[in-house]
Every structure is written in structure tokens, then in C-alpha cells.
């Protein structure tokens, strides 16, 4: 097993040391394919955008995808594996140089890190007297919120019908949805299915739909033209101004100064 020597094997856009943190924005090739491999510092990784397949140790243990606006957490000496999508990724990644409690490794299904992860890119970007402090103080809740997660349960041994509904999700995500419905499509109760969702997924199905959505939106609104009130459309919601309050809550900036700031273009 190879112990790599940064903490990418990918292309090193940018490297900054905040307080005991060290934070690498990178991008890995689409296709790729790396090994097993371990890291010498604890380390979250936020995607900004594109996928890949994450394994640790072996597949029966544990293996998970990470798409646009996933968390993943590894402590030092993780072995794990990847494999990168038609897209490749393009990540920041934060490391630990010094104790903390951690989280368990695995897939991060935490709100308030997918929040803040956005809010440290954009301060990367700045470089005033006060850039140093926020960062610190907003790595200081990532860590805090997180290890007070635990992360779902491997898609192994998962009910056939999960991965059905699971392709729905992602393949209806703009239309209207009704959880019932569905259940009664895949001849499960409702009650269980959310139960064996948050489960497998560590969300509840809307929580994880909304999300769907939102990442939808916010390519669209780095990748095109389209009105704010069209890519509000052709990502399921009703009209924009509910859109702008969901697009707010998660990335803390409208949909609007998001554009304009494109923190996550490639």
C-alpha cells in the first residue's frame, strides 16, 4: 500500500496553511483510477464539482459515491481507493496536522459542513487582514458539527428497491415527487422506506432531493446563460423566489451573486 507523500495524487490548483490546517484546492483527471492509499494528516474532502467512487479498505467494507457537494472524511492511515467519473473532480481538501476528536471515516451527510465548506472556498479567494480568523473559525465548526455525525450505512446488502428509488430520485429530480406514490410503486410502506433510506443514505429522501435539485442549479448557473427564474424551473421548484431562499440557505449567497462570483467554475 503506497502512502502518499501530498495529500493528492491530482493536479495542486492552490495550497494555504491557516493556524494547524492546511487547506489544497485540486482537480483529478477524469477516468482516473488510484489504488490503495492512505494519508499521513486526518483530512475532509469537499467536492465542488464532479464524482467519483470512494472505497475504504475493501468494497465489502465500505464504498460510497461523492458527487457535487459531498463531504468525505478519512483519518490518518485510511487506506482507500478511488475511481473518477466522466468529469473528474474538482475538490478542497482540509487536513488536521494536530489532535482533534474525529469523526468516524466515511461519507459526511452533514448539513452545516456542506454549508460552511462553500463559505471557506469563497474566503480562499479573498486575502484581507481578516481571511485567516474566519477560515480558522469556520474549519473549528465543520470539525465540531462533524464529529457529532454518524455516517450511513454501506449500500451493500441494501433492499433492491432502495437503488430503484434512488434512480427516480435522480432521474425525476424536476418533477413533482410524491414519497406515497412511489412507495406504493415499489410495493414498500412508506414508514419503511424512509426508515431504510436514512439508513443507507443518512438523510431523510427529501432532504436528499433537495440536494439534487440545489447542485443541479448551481452548475446550471456556472454552466449557462439560462434566467435564474429558468434554471429555478428546470430544477424542480415552483418560482424563483422560493428557489432564492433554498439556493440562500444552502450556499449562503443568492443564486444571482453565486453566478457572478463563480466559486466553483472550472
Known amino acids: 500500500m503506497e502512502i ?29 483510477r488510484l489504488s490503495k492509499h492512505d494519508h499521513e494528516n486526518a483530512n475532509f474532502n469537499f467536492v465542488l464539482h464532479g464524482a467519483f467512487l470512494e472505497t ?61 465548506f462553500p463559505k471557506i472556498y469563497r474566503e480562499l479567494k479573498g486575502n484581507d ?12 465548526q465543520i470539525v465540531g458539527a462533524s464529529i457529532k455525525y ?18 427516480r430520485l435522480h432521474e425525476c429530480f424536476d418533477e413533482r415527487l410524491v414519497l406515497t406514490e412511489i412507495a406504493d410503486e415499489l410495493n414498500v410502506h412508506p414508514v419503511h422506506l424512509q426508515k431504510i433510506f436514512r439508513k443507507y443514505k443518512g438523510c431523510s429522501p427529501g432532504y436528499y432531493l433537495r440536494k439534487i435539485r440545489i447542485q443541479f442549479a448551481a452548475n446550471r448557473l456556472l454552466n449557462s446563460n439560462d434566467a435564474i427564474a429558468s434554471v429555478a424551473l428546470a430544477a424542480g421548484f415552483y418560482d424563483q423566489s422560493h428557489f432564492s431562499r433554498v439556493f440562500k440557505e444552502r450556499f449562503d449567497v443568492p443564486p444571482l451573486s453565486y453566478r457572478q462570483a463563480s466559486p466553483c467554475a472550472e
Not at 502518499?4 to 482516473?32: C, D, Q, W
Not at 487582514?129 to 473549528?140: H, P, Q, V
Not at 454518524?150 to 434512480?167: E, K, V
Open 129 to 140: 487582514c481578516a481571511t485567516s480568523m474566519i477560515i480558522e473559525g469556520l474549519i473549528l
Open 56 to 116: 475504504l479498505g475493501d468494497l465489502k467494507r465500505h464504498s460510497y459515491d461523492c458527487g457535487d457537494g459531498s463531504v468525505q472524511f478519512k483519518p490518518p492511515g485510511e487506506a482507500h481507493s478511488n475511481i473518477y467519473g466522466d468529469k473528474g473532480a474538482h475538490c478542497l481538501i482540509l487536513e488536521l496536522t494536530d489532535g482533534h476528536i474525529l469523526p468516524a471515516a466515511g461519507l459526511i451527510v452533514c448539513r452545516q459542513a456542506e454549508v460552511l
Open 150 to 167: 454518524s455516517p450511513p450505512t454501506s449500500m451493500l446488502g441494501a433492499p433492491r428497491w432502495l437503488s430503484l428509488f434512488l434512480d
Open 4 to 32: 502518499a507523500p501530498m495529500i493528492t495524487f491530482g493536479t495542486e490548483i492552490s495550497k494555504r496553511k491557516v493556524g494547524n490546517y492546511i487547506l489544497t484546492e485540486t482537480r483529478h483527471e477524469s477516468y482516473l
